[in-house]
């Protein structure tokens, strides 16, 4: 079964610095996607980025990118420049490929995020 | 749109009373999840569905718990009878389409459930 750990239960930040959120996973498959959610404290998930492992380019969004290591089954998100806003849980989930697979995201267990002013 | 619709938002009950939590999904999303999470076990998919129809609910933790999608605006989680070990915080997602490149899911807010 595909498992999703995230080591860093908690994590810290100055404002406007940069931070990497850790992730590793496990699986046998060579096709997939992982994602971030992040979670404020008004509870409801959002998706932060999303990655598909067939391509070899990392994602990017604004100042949100990752670093996808296929070889080692990490996948780091980097917040840049990051802001009080992003103070929140944040979730690494994977997903296998649609092709008669279940459309189960596997999250992790979290990190939460602190932002210091 | 108003995006996934959950209510109650917080239900506090007694061991051993039914638990009913409601679910309206995004309008013309064809996918619902119920996830639920909890500080031990973190984010499980309980069960989903797709066209109304129940797809995977090998999540489901046992009988005391069951869910419909009568159509395709509303579904329901019940849990009879509520045990403490069921509190947690319960959501409901939809998505259109399969999960992946171009589709992604959306969440509720959840609905708090505790079990005294």
């Known amino acids: 079964a595909q498992t999703v750990t995230q080591s860093q239960p908690e994590m810290s930040v100055q404002e406007a610095e940069t931070v990497t959120l850790s992730c590793t996973y496990d699986?046998?498959?060579?096709?997939?996607?992982l994602f971030w959610y992040k979670q404020p404290p008004s509870r409801q998930m959002i998706l932060v980025i999303r990655q598909e492992a067939y391509k070899q380019q990392n994602a990017t969004e604004n100042r949100f990118s990752v670093n996808f290591q296929k070889a080692a089954k990490s996948f780091s998100l980097k917040i840049s420049d990051s802001q009080l806003g992003d103070a929140a849980m944040y979730f690494c989930?994977?997903?296998?490929?649609?092709?008669?697979?279940?459309?189960?995201?596997?999250f992790g267990k979290g990190t939460k995020l602190t932002v210091n002013p | 749109d108003a995006g996934v619709i959950q209510s109650p938002r917080h239900e506090v009950t007694e061991m051993g009373q039914e638990v009913t939590l409601r679910c309206k999904p995004i309008s013309g999303h064809d996918y619902l999840f119920w996830y639920r999470q909890t500080m031990m076990r973190g984010l499980e998919l309980l069960i989903y569905?797709?066209?109304?129809?129940?797809?995977?609910d090998s999540g489901m933790p046992e009988d005391r718990f069951s869910a419909k999608m009568p159509n395709a605006s509303f579904s329901t989680l019940k849990i009879q009878p509520s045990e403490p070990r069921d509190s947690a915080v319960y959501f409901c997602?939809?998505?259109?389409?399969?999960?992946?490149?171009?589709?992604?899911?959306?969440f509720g807010s959840g609905t708090q459930l505790s079990v005294l």
């Open positions: 989930a994977y997903r296998k490929p649609p092709q008669g697979g279940s459309e189960k995201l596997v």
């Open positions: 569905f797709n066209n109304n129809v129940p797809i995977d």
């Open positions: 997602a939809s998505s259109f389409g399969v999960l992946g490149a171009n589709e992604k899911l959306f």
């Open positions: 699986t046998s498959e060579s096709d997939y996607y």
